[in-house]
């Protein structure tokens, strides 16, 4: 397993650009005092390499509350770009037989330190901006449905929020999937 930890100047770069946009606070958070999101962030090296990862691959990681805990999500328009083509676990992808993807949803996040989103933190995120207009998005799929062999999706249609179902092995060009990380 990759080390979870970012160099001096990794570290530098990953909170410079998280300054840049959380100072935005386009999500109208209240008492958000960067110095003290920095220092908190600085203390959980693991965490704070793992927002670096989200970064990476196209999430662009922002808080999306900070009420009880620092709370960061992808917060890309779609989902995120270097996280699509993936089955939803890793049961899933070693059931294919042909055509695998490169990885899956869980395997991924896992691998990034991050969780992905359940259907009502995906739904909050929705309720700050529209996201997943063009893409959709794996969210965690109750145990009882990937029993079953199912998983399940989301994206933003027609100014609604719509939860699917698809067979965990199916994988598509459009739909990836989002993380958080809390602090």
């Not at 990759?2 to 100047?9: D, F, H, P, V």
Request: glycine share 4%.
């Amino acid at each position: 397993m990759t080390e979870r930890k970012l160099t001096e100047n990794e570290t530098d770069e990953i909170l410079k650009t998280l300054k840049t946009r959380i100072l935005k606070n386009r999500f109208n958070l209240k008492n958000l005092d960067w110095e003290a999101v920095e220092q908190k962030l600085r203390s959980y090296p693991d965490r704070l390499w793992s927002l670096e990862q989200m970064d990476k691959t196209g999430g662009e990681p922002e808080i999306t509350d900070n009420t009880k805990e620092l709370v960061f999500c992808d917060c890309s328009k779609e989902s995120p770009s270097g996280r699509r083509s993936f089955c939803y676990d890793h049961e899933a992808l070693s059931a294919r037989k042909e055509n695998k993807p490169e990885n899956s949803a869980v395997n991924s996040a896992e691998e990034m330190g991050i969780e992905l989103l359940d259907e009502k933190q995906y739904r909050h995120l929705q309720s700050l901006d529209t996201f997943d207009e063009k893409t959709s998005s794996w969210i965690k799929t109750p145990d009882e449905i990937r029993k079953l062999g199912g998983s399940l999706f989301c994206d933003r249609r027609y100014n609604s929020v719509f939860l699917y179902h698809n067979g965990a092995q199916s994988y598509y060009a459009s739909r990836g999937f989002r993380g958080t990380v809390k602090f």
